[in-house]
């Protein structure tokens, strides 16, 4: 089993920026990789970014890219996601998976189904 619990969550307003954290405790070793994804109110949970947890090679969802920041410290089993120049749209519960697929492909990281655990969320809220 592998538990994953987010942090950093907030309001702000547009423009700002926000960090998250994601802890990740149990069986750490069985994780190849650790993806944050986000759900609005009425919409389906899509993807924001994925890191692999040994390489530390990163894939994101185009329209984060160059705005968000995912990183990991693999001695505190803690993966990153640096929010900047936040938009009104980028509102929703954050959520952090771990996955225990490896895929030589990026675009499977893309994927719900590829994720096995997930955290509860955390919310953020950008207000215009």
């Known amino acids: 089993q592998v538990q994953l619990v987010e942090f950093g969550g907030g309001s702000v307003q547009a423009g700002d920026s926000l960090n998250l954290s994601c802890v990740v405790s149990?069986?750490?070793?069985?994780?190849?990789?650790v993806g944050w994804f986000r759900q609005a109110p009425g919409k389906e949970r899509e993807f924001v970014a994925t890191?692999?947890?040994?390489?530390?090679?990163?894939y994101y969802e185009e329209a984060v890219k160059g705005r968000f920041t995912i990183s990991r410290d693999n001695s505190k089993n803690t993966v990153y996601l640096q929010l900047s120049s936040l938009k009104p749209e980028d509102t929703a519960t954050y959520y952090c998976?771990?996955?225990?697929?490896?895929?030589?492909?990026?675009?499977?990281?893309?994927?719900?189904?590829?994720?096995?655990?997930w955290g509860q969320g955390t919310q953020v809220t950008v207000s215009s």
């Open positions: 890191i692999r947890w040994k390489s530390s090679r990163t």
């Open positions: 149990g069986r750490t070793f069985t994780t190849y990789a």
């Open positions: 998976a771990a996955s225990g697929l490896s895929y030589p492909d990026d675009k499977y990281y893309a994927r719900r189904l590829t994720y096995g655990y």
